[in-house]
């Protein structure tokens, strides 16, 4: 496990999530009447961390599947965390999660695998 490469890449999956979030919230509040657009929030997170995770298995070129465990540790590591210290009294799903951890075990596998220019075998 390289800590170096695994921070950088959760610090961008949480930026990318940030921003999309930002985006879309600034397109339904001004330009959208339609109230069936809110519940694109509940897929931004599995994309994000989809593509996350996919990008950080191909820069570690081995594991993908523990590669995007560890994404997802992070990543429920901090959600957790949020919930302690903000004394959020929602529950934590454990289907969403479920699919969340097999959205980044999945972009694990397939950054792995995916050809790599830069790679001379």
């Known amino acids: 496990m390289k800590f170096g490469k695994l921070f950088k890449y959760s610090l961008f999956l949480f930026i ?12 339904i509040y001004y330009f959208s009447r339609n109230s069936g657009l809110e519940m694109i929030y509940s897929f ?8 996350v995770s ?24 901090v959600v957790l965390l949020i919930k302690v210290l903000l004394r959020y009294p929602a529950e934590i799903k454990i289907l969403y999660n479920g699919v969340i951890l097999i959205m980044s075990i ?3 596998v397939i950054g792995v695998n995916m050809k790599n220019k830069n790679l001379k075998s």
């Open 44 to 51: 931004i997170v599995p994309i994000c961390i989809f593509a």
């Open 16 to 27: 990318l999530s940030l921003i999309i979030f930002f985006i879309l919230t600034i397109y």
């Open 106 to 108: 999945l972009g694990g």
């Open 54 to 77: 996919m990008l950080y298995s191909r820069s570690i070129h081995e594991k993908g599947l523990l590669r995007g465990i560890e994404i997802w540790i992070v990543y429920f590591a």
